[in-house]
């Protein structure tokens, strides 16, 4: 069976003559110290723009897309057999197409060729609220 005692005496002869700078250890060095140089990594992406809504730009920016989405700027569709925009039925060339609402699940009917007129109104709508200032 080995000494442990012999063992641990001669560990701790060892330390202590590489801390007095004995035989058995370094002499003058230093030990060695690392400097963590690493950066945050920036992500997939790289680094990505966190929004500032108290800038002017990006508050507008958030009411504007705020009202687009709020019910209370979209009509009902009376008839559905009707364009929403121009009222005309649906033609050979002038097919309807289903544009979403605010509501989930509901879409007007209109022609493909009526749709920029849509947007337009929309925008038209959201400003005259924005400009009365009651949002």
């Known amino acids: 069976m080995p000494d442990f005692g012999a063992i641990l005496r001669k560990a701790r002869e060892r330390a202590?003559?590489?801390g007095a700078g004995g035989?058995?250890?370094?002499?003058?060095?230093?030990?060695?110290?690392f400097?963590?140089?690493?950066?945050?990594?920036?992500?997939?992406?790289?680094?990505?723009?966190?929004?500032?809504f108290r800038k002017n730009a990006d508050v507008e920016a958030f009411r504007r897309a705020a009202l687009?989405?709020?019910l209370d700027l979209y009509e009902p569709q009376l008839d559905l057999t009707r364009c929403y925009i121009c009222?005309?039925?649906?033609?050979?060339?002038?097919?309807?197409?289903?544009?979403?609402t605010a509501k989930p699940g509901a879409h007007h009917w209109m022609h493909s060729d009526c749709h920029p007129e849509h947007v337009r109104r929309l925008d038209a709508r959201v400003?005259?609220?924005?400009?009365?200032?009651a949002f």
């Open 16 to 18: 202590k003559n590489a």
């Open 23 to 33: 035989a058995g250890g370094a002499t003058n060095e230093k030990p060695l110290q």
């Open 35 to 52: 400097k963590d140089n690493r950066e945050p990594h920036p992500g997939p992406t790289g680094p990505t723009k966190k929004h500032d």
């Open 68 to 70: 687009r989405n709020s």
């Open 87 to 100: 009222g005309g039925q649906e033609e050979q060339g002038r097919l309807f197409i289903a544009v979403l």
């Open 127 to 133: 400003e005259a609220t924005l400009a009365d200032d």
